[in-house]
């Protein structure tokens, strides 16, 4: 029986504000460049002002970041057909800084932590803290110190969306994965990922383990990790962890349009960019990295060797998306072609 028409629109209003929907998309909306006046009455320009009105500090700089942008498009063009809109699920990744109009989309294991640490200090939750690294690492990641974007309502996600400078920062694919095994299961303080992760692994992936082994799971292998990882049944029983999550699921960057795509492999001239497109060169200094215990692609390689060609194209596949957004070629060691 068809229901009264009054009926039926009371009812599409209730589904409509319990099911937020942000209505976004990085082909149909155009930036809006704000600028703000500060006490003084002069006015600053934005980031995107900075970006796209020809002040860059650094022109050729600025020639590399636009080219990236064009390929990320292109690429989205042609490797993505269905369009969607963004949920906030899609945002709890982005962070934002409203003093400085920024959105950062931060990945795990590509410099996160030490962009948290100076996005505490510009956005001034780090106390006294003015140098980044005099802040904790722990501390940068605790829940609630800086906003994201999920945080907002629609129509201040929407403005944010237009008129902020979003950037994110990517890795060469492998290099991130095999970091983030590195960093999450051969240190004996991540506990709590043996528990989580490990033990699942050992006891699906290890023909005869130990009773300790099950137990622990502190001694998962490379080849064991990677088994996990294309098993289908790993995704259908729930979401990868964000520290090995694929970029493009974690950020959605062909439907938010990315100002500024910095990379790992030229760190700190990206960072100092981005710190000069807001105006913040000479509040604070992004950290500079240690490279003894970073992980490089002749490290990659080798944990690479011991996995078999089958397997080595079936992780590609899976990482297929991140290879090709970010322009990174498939690494030489492989074995499949």
């Known amino acids: 029986m068809r229901k009264p028409k009054g009926i039926r629109m009371v009812s599409a209003l209730c589904l409509g504000c319990f099911i937020v929907v942000i209505f976004y998309f990085n082909s149909s909306l155009k930036p809006e460049h704000l600028s703000e006046r500060s006490s003084g009455q002069k006015t600053r320009r934005s ?38 809109v963004l949920v906030p699920e899609d945002l709890k990744h982005i962070i934002v800084d409203d003093q400085h109009g920024l959105l950062y989309c931060y990945v795990p294991k590509v410099a996160c932590t030490n962009w948290k640490r100076v996005l505490m200090v510009l956005t001034g939750v780090s106390g006294d803290h003015k140098d980044p690294l005099a802040i904790p690492a722990n501390e940068a990641h605790v829940p609630g110190n800086l906003r994201t974007l999920s945080e907002y309502s629609t129509s201040q996600i929407n403005q944010r969306l237009r008129s902020y400078l979003k950037f994110i920062f990517v890795r060469e694919p492998f290099e991130r994965l095999v970091s983030a095994y590195r960093n999450k299961f051969t240190r004996s303080y991540n506990t709590a990922f043996h528990k989580r992760y490990g033990t699942k692994i050992i006891r699906r992936h290890r023909p005869d383990p130990r009773p300790e082994a099950l137990e622990k ?62 105006g913040a060169d000479q509040q604070v200094r992004f950290p500079a990295s ?27 596949n899976l990482y297929r998306m991140d290879f090709l957004l970010f322009n990174y070629s498939a690494p030489a060691y492989l074995k499949f072609r």
């Not at 349009?257 to 710190?275: A, F, P």
């Not at 490279?291 to 390689?301: H, I, L, V, Y």
């Open 290 to 316: 240690s490279k003894s215990t970073r992980t490089t692609g002749d490290m990659a390689a080798d944990f690479f060797q011991n996995i078999s060609p089958f397997y080595q194209k079936k992780l590609y």
């Open 217 to 278: 799971g502190d001694d998962v292998s490379f080849e064991e990790f990677v088994y996990y990882l294309v098993d289908p049944a790993t995704q259908r029983e729930e979401p990868f962890n964000e520290h090995w999550e694929r970029v493009h699921s974690l950020c959605h960057p062909c439907l938010i349009h990315y100002d500024v795509v910095g990379k790992y492999e030229t760190l700190e001239q990206d960072s100092r960019y981005v710190l000069q497109l807001a």
């Open 47 to 84: 980031p995107l002002q900075s970006l796209y009105e020809g002040e860059q500090v650094e022109s050729a700089v600025a020639a590399v970041h636009q080219g990236r942008r064009e390929l990320l498009e292109e690429a989205c063009r042609s490797y993505t057909r269905k369009r969607r």
